[in-house]
């Protein structure tokens, strides 16, 4: 059974920041499609990053280009979403998906930026 279970949301101060944490199981890591998309209040889902097996660079949203790194740890089956220069727009409960023969998705983890 393919799980995602994303932890590390919180509170934080505007210009603070979180690392978001995915962990896996059940698909092989190493060789999957795997995303970031959260969800702010009220409003629809919205693609934040995403990461390649295979391709040297991952892909970001303008909004948190320069300011989000998305990494994993193949040893860990973990992904991860550093958030730096965090603005109250970035708050939101924040989603990490996998791609295989269909995207299944974590249960989402709160972040909330605001002073």
């Known amino acids: 059974e393919v799980q995602l279970v994303e932890s590390g949301g919180g509170l934080v101060q505007p210009g603070g920041s979180l690392r978001l944490s995915c962990a896996t199981s059940g698909f092989t890591f190493s060789r999957s499609a795997m995303s970031w998309v959260r969800q702010a209040p009220g409003k629809g889902l919205e693609w934040v990053s995403s990461i390649y097996s295979g391709v040297p660079n991952p892909y970001y949203a303008d909004s948190v280009k320069g300011r989000f790194t998305i990494s994993t740890d193949n040893a860990k089956s973990t992904l991860y979403l550093q958030m730096n220069s965090l603005k109250s727009e970035d708050t939101g409960v924040y989603y990490c998906?996998?791609?295989?023969?269909?995207?299944?998705w974590g249960q989402g983890t709160q972040v909330v930026v605001s002073s």
């Open positions: 998906n996998v791609a295989l023969a269909q995207i299944t």
